[in-house]
């Protein structure tokens, strides 16, 4: 892949431990190298099984400037495809969300079969081979219901580790068996990889986040030790202890996986306790919803965390599963998806309230957006030089910003 | 003209019977390219005379950065100047439409007469010279009542023919005595060379245009013959022919002369029957305005069109005329103009009725802004690749991207 | 500096007497110049010492891309920072205006004290050193209580000449005693170098401002001499003559000093008298306030202009006092704010009216905002090429454009 020298001396320059210099951030020419080395070449996650539970039920997702449709076939099976006509490319579905028989063109009706094959085309005379004029695939796979999709031609093989360790923590909370209850879009005045640092750490919590510190213990992501919270955080520790073999006991998988930055398909994995009535994040830690997951019978299952390189994170506790995906859209600005989910046959407004459901979530967004803002404003200002990483708290933001660099230096060789 | 390298090979590589390469429609270097080599270089249509009826009457055009002041000057001639006082470069006229008796730059007071010389500017000194200080002329000219104009300095002289010939077919609908009835203005989301395409074909007309097709024959604009549409399009060619015969005989000129790419200043026209009532394009196919224009006396003397290379399309019928001009606002925003003139004694509510002198042309607009848009997104994705025109239904499409990019190749020289 | 060859040229072909380039007002590249070599190299004008009365109080200001905090210490000193966190660099001050007792990162509360010095940073480690880690600080001085910034480490050292001369001019006026009773803020769709032309002349006030030319006399900004003006004028000199002496005699400083292109730290002042009443920039020529400022007791002291390179004027009249600071935002838009200050005593609604005390200049800044952006809409035609100043009346504007192209050049040596 073509990278400039400018940007191969940003990359070699960079200070491990160090937020990344301000270009990294800003500069239109990189976001379009992370579109093309990081977004076209890695496995994103775009959306969950329960989006296109039907044959023919489709969605589109945008990753950069590349439209691609998600869908189920008429067997049941996945598929995606670049959103482009082939005759003069025209975006074929222009709806988020739709449910085809085939998938017609809008502008001359040039219709393409579910497998992406063309079928039709009129006025092309009798020369034309409609063979060799089908959609444009790209992979898609599940992981327990949640859908990942790969533009390059050879995708990375370690999806296939990721997804075999995750199954086993993910199968018992039943995902495709659940429906979206809530879907929330917000557009982050920011880079996509500010949006991404933001979540690998809760340094920020306490002082930002009064809804979600309420079931979420601080010390479950990092905490420099000192004489006032040593006892604190040593409970933390024997709490998770116990509740880990309680859980495992159940045949709920909880201990940490963290191959964060030691793979192409980087990924983290824990399931840690809650606070309080230690059910799930909600603002009074209790179940949003009666309907509990899967053949779940207990509420207190803490919280199962699933995050991945580049570009997703995930909640699943007993009665729902909140699920993020972060799509960038320009060198400043980002979509976050958030979608929660409950157990298909919960009922809204006697099992579940929507609003409670959503309450911690949404709010947690508002304020992660003010500080991802904020940060990019800075970053942008001539006085920014990257600054220094908390050995304690920030350890998953480094691990991030090593693969990212990692990454983008292997897409450059 | 200074053409870049990357440019020229996309040029030579453009493939026939294709839709252009991506960057044609998406690069901002291209978007001026464009605005350099063909807007500034060719005879563009910008408006009517019925526009400007009075001495003093003015009317301001955007071609890409230039604004053009066209005007009426007192021996009702024409002129047209770049909008651009001398002084410090203030914008002198800065309504679209307007009358004045001289052209006075709100700055400074800087005095223009309508033939452009200056004729007043205070506190200059005694040395100053107003000779030399007037306006910047632009080329205006007039065919039949359409006003084109040309920013270069020797502009292409095929024009001449283009008006002889036309001038023939659109005398007899007066369109000096018409009046603008009603004008619309809708920005589309799309390359301008997206609109002009999409205008060049009636493929996608069926599935898309319900209003539209009330009154126009989809066989009129090209269509693959199969035993199963046989009869239709020899019963169009015959009816084609009888109406010819008697249009002709009337003194109406309606035979095809077809020079879209074989001039500098390419141009289409044909006279061609209309269905149902026969009579306009309207939602009944009848008339819209009781009024006929000049001294016609029939109404079912369909639909004469005039396409011009690179920006405009007409339609005269008996009793009104409709008028549309492209204009370029950057590589992914197009102005479209539409007019809707009758003849100028016509009174509104007695002889016509706006909304339904406007309905088939409003709803059309903005179902092709549509197509353009989604044409726009599909062609911005990576996954775009140019695809095959309908030898039946594209020729016309073929013929406007074949004269593009031979403008530009002939710039490039 | 690095200045492409391309700007070079443009500098050395400039045409002394003639409006600028069109480059110059709408090139993006020539904008960050500016911001680097103008903005960030010279004495700026960014806000008055009421903006920040009391301990803690601060302001944010942005130049070009840099966002400032400007506060006033314990010791009621002025200090300024860049407003950037040496975390992670997430802006600190995100209002316009507040007051704290330490600056405090909302992200991860990393705490500066006023001083700039960083106190607090948890979750470190024992390695961690703070020293090193304080705000980068920005140079603030105040002249008579107004504030300027500078940003280069080694700034322009006439600013004390400045200073020292203008010191006495204002010193009457009491600045510092006044409190902003209205502060607009408007964005004019222009370059700031057309905001700056446009104040740098009067030619176009007659026919432009009807509320300003109340109370201003158009002499006092050059006039060609003419025979039927001649009387006026040399009355307005003779006035002008009577009304210094006057002044002086009460100990106001009133003559003018033009150093406009003479100097690093260019400016200019002078005292005029004003029409009919006298008294001030009002919609009747009279005081707007009835306590005037510091221990002033005549009314009718005309207006004390000043004027400031690259971005400041300012008029101070008997009862208040109005500032202005022109902003560049980007090539195309500039930020204009105005502050009216009264005496801090003075009763809202008892000795002034917000409406009557801004009707003069809120009107005039719409007019010129109007002004400025039909030059910006003019220059950026292609049709555009400078044109000649007037050398009886834009004799200060080939000023600005003289030293801004000095101030550029002296860059790129």
């Known amino acids: 892949m073509q990278v400039s020298k400018k940007v191969r001396e940003l990359l070699a320059a960079r200070r491990p431990g160090h937020s990344l210099d301000a270009q990294f951030y800003t500069s239109p020419e990189i976001f379009d190298l992370d579109m093309e080395a990081i977004f076209a070449r890695h496995w994103i996650y775009v959306g969950v099984e329960p989006d296109i539970p039907e044959p023919g039920d489709y969605f589109t997702v945008k990753l950069g400037r590349a439209s691609v449709v998600v869908l189920r076939n008429d067997d049941m099976e996945l598929r995606a495809f670049h959103n482009v006509c082939r005759h003069r490319g025209a975006q074929l579905c222009n709806a988020h969300k739709g449910s085809v028989g085939n998938l017609v063109c809008p502008y001359h009706q040039w219709t393409y079969d579910l497998s992406g094959k063309l079928i ?3 006025h092309m005379g009798e020369d034309f081979d409609p063979a060799g004029r089908g959609l444009k695939r790209v992979h898609v796979e599940s992981v327990a219901g949640l859908i990942f999709v790969c533009l390059v031609e050879n995708p990375p093989e370690d999806f296939a580790q990721m997804r075999e360790a995750m199954s086993r923590y993910l199968a018992p909370h039943r995902l495709t068996e659940c429906k979206i209850a809530v879907q929330d879009e917000i557009v982050e005045a920011g880079n996509w990889k500010l949006v991404m640092e933001n979540n690998r750490e809760c340094y920020h919590c306490v002082a930002n986040h009064p809804e979600l510190t309420v079931s979420l213990y601080e010390y479950g992501f990092g905490y420099q030790p000192s004489p006032s919270n040593i006892e604190q955080v040593q409970a933390f520790r024997d709490l998770t202890e116990r509740e880990h073999a309680r859980w495992q006991a159940a045949g709920l998988e909880s201990a940490e996986i963290d191959e964060l930055d030691s793979r192409v398909t980087g990924f983290r994995t824990q399931r840690l306790p809650l606070d309080k009535a230690g059910e799930s994040q909600t ?18 299952l803490g919280g199962l965390s699933f995050w991945t390189q580049p570009n ?14 972060v799509l960038p859209i320009d060198a400043d600005h980002t979509l976050v998806r958030t979608k929660w989910l409950v157990h298909k046959d919960a009922v809204e407004g006697r099992d579940y309230d929507p609003a409670n459901l959503t309450a911690v979530w949404r709010a947690t967004n508002q304020q992660d957006r003010e500080l991802v803002e904020m940060s990019q404003r800075g970053i942008a200002d001539p006085a920014y030089e990257p600054g220094p990483y908390s050995p304690y708290t920030e350890e998953l933001v480094e691990k991030f910003a090593g693969w990212y660099v990692g990454r983008l230096q292997a897409a450059a060789e």
């Open 120 to 122: 039709y085309a009129e």
């Open 283 to 300: 603002m009074d830690a209790r179940v949003a919803c009666q309907k509990l997951l899967g053949h779940l019978s207990q509420r207190n």
């Open 312 to 325: 997703s994170w995930h909640h699943f506790m007993s009665d729902h599963i909140v699920t993020f995906t």
